[in-house]
């Protein structure tokens, strides 16, 4: 089944169509002036499961996943810290490493950083340049909007309304309001590279542009990022490529809707947000996963506690069905193949329903349970096992699970002596402290047994 994924440059969905069996993406990861919030990890989640997705579906994945760590905000914050820039971005990245590793997030195939691609940046300036679509001013280096016509594609946005109050950089040095820089002649005490136009640094946009093409080359096939990055970041990285080129730049693009709080987007500029690190360490990290994929990505959610909360008891019905199921057939096992799950991902990549598909198996495996049915446990397990798998969940293996069952089967036999020297009192006790513990003791006509709730 053909994977499509909705594409913002020509809204609508889009079969993803490598032209070999590699899919090439570039995911626009953080700027790290400041530590991870959870409204960064919604992004990471969904690439993440994205990932896993396609490579089930046969594919070899080459995702270049960048870090920006030269920035006006990187400049600033180290500035206000009273600590080296360097430094700065060096312990946030080092923090966001650290969550996603807690999150079971596969690192990507690249990381690289915007100042190891200095080279290239410079490059892909001077091509810009000698094409006519920028121009040189006091140092800094502008991008000349009016010359490149199909400016606004991405975001379908028009010079008119660009003009009359869209986000717009401010400089005495530009031709024209709209023109946004990219290159920024160096102010005293900031950190700078040399250039053909003087001591400096990139800007913002420039840097994503640089790494994906020197990573993926002309028209790779996914470009991924934040809603937030549509209109400017990702409109201007199409304008810089094309504009230097001539070539395409990513044949479609994927935009993951934000992670809210209390009504508004996160921001690390604003101080409104949830640091990762805080959520990791109140709740088991598939949590988080299991709040992030009930919710398509292209709608906004809200975090709250009362959904991290249902989002912890969905999880725990799954580990407490996967518990009871590996006590009756041992180690897990994964399906080959999961049709219904692959029709659900294949379109748009709809993890809502992926994760009602996840919870019909739960339900079928305990019916299959109580009943005893060893067959259709096996079967609802072994799917089970492949959608977390594919999904990215990392379910806790029952370590020393057979002395787990060993002591189960002290408390049936203590219990049945217990009634046979006639403590009814006692035998009664024991059952309603194991029920408190989240167990079902059963009398039965093969004798007594214990099972989860």
Known sequence: MQVELYDTLSRQKKPLEPQDNTVRIYHCGMTVQSRPHVGHLRGYIVMDALRRFLRFKGYEIKLVQNITDIDDKVIEKSAAEGIDWRMLAERNTDELLRVTDALNIERPTVMPRATQHIEEIIDLVSKIIEKGHAYESKGDVYFDVRSYSKYGKLSGKNIDELESGARIEPSENKRDPLDFALWKAAKQ????????????????????????????????????????????????????????????????????????????????????????????????????????????????????????????????????????????????????????????????????????????????????????????????TVKLNLALQILGFKPRREEGVQDVKTLLDLLVRFRSELRAAKAFEWADKLREMIQEAGLIMEDTKEGTRIRFR
């Not at 019905?317 to 096992?333: H, K, Y």
């Open 189 to 380: 005490g900031e950190p700078y590279w040399y250039s053909p136009w003087g001591k400096g640094r990139p800007g913002w946009h420039i840097e994503c542009s640089a790494m994906s093409a020197h990573y993926l080359g002309s028209e790779f096939d996914l470009h991924a990022g934040g809603e937030d990055l549509v209109f400017p970041h990702h409109e201007n990285e199409i304008a810089q490529y094309e504009a230097a080129t001539g070539n395409g730049f990513a044949k479609a693009w994927m935009h993951v809707e934000m992670l809210n709080l209390r009504g508004e987007k996160m921001s690390k500029s604003t101080g409104h947000l949830v640091v990762a690190s805080d959520v990791i360490e109140a709740y088991d990290p598939n949590v988080l996963r299991m709040f992030t994929l009930r919710v398509h990505y292209r709608a906004q959610t809200e975090y709250t506690i009362e959904g991290m909360d249902e989002a912890r008891s969905a999880w725990e019905r799954i580990t407490t069905f996967l518990a009871a199921a590996q006590q009756v057939l041992g180690e897990p096992a994964l399906a080959t193949e999961y049709p219904k799950l692959d029709a659900v991902l294949s379109d748009d990549f709809n993890t809502p329903k992926a994760m009602g598909l996840v919870f019909d198996l739960v339900h079928q495996g305990n019916e299959a349970l109580a009943s005893g049915d060893k067959d259709k446990l096996a079967e609802a």
